[in-house]
């Protein structure tokens, strides 16, 4: 494949790699919930990177989870989460269709 697209690399030996772990859900929407069955455990996560870019949005929601000022949304759900639920996969197919 180097050698394809970068024809001066074929004979370049790899010194290192790394690999950006991806996560994602069916719904595209990220998983905020408590970890079932621990009542001081969350999981936060499956944004593929774009928990970065909403960090703090991100934060305060989950801060105001914790201490029980809003109710979480079904969106988040670990398991049974809704079809179609609002993600921006629902949405790009929205617009598409």
């Known amino acids: 494949?180097?050698?394809k697209r970068f024809p001066d690399l074929s004979g370049a030996k790899?010194?290192?790699r790394r690999l950006c772990q991806y996560t994602?859900?069916?719904d595209s929407n990220w998983i905020v919930a408590q970890v079932p069955g621990f009542k001081d455990q969350w999981i936060v996560g499956a944004g593929s990177g774009h928990g970065f870019k909403h960090?703090?949005?991100?934060g305060k929601y989950?801060?105001?989870l914790i201490e029980e000022k809003i109710k979480p949304?079904?969106?988040?759900a670990i398991n049974e989460r809704p079809y179609n639920s609002g993600g921006w996969l629902h949405l790009y197919n929205r617009q598409h269709l």
Not at 55 to 58: K, N, R, S, V
Not at 73 to 76: P, R, S, Y
């Open 1 to 3: 494949y180097l050698t």
């Open 14 to 16: 790899v010194k290192e």
């Open 24 to 26: 994602s859900t069916s």
């Open 55 to 58: 960090g703090p949005a991100l």
């Open 62 to 64: 989950v801060a105001d």
């Open 73 to 76: 949304e079904t969106k988040f």
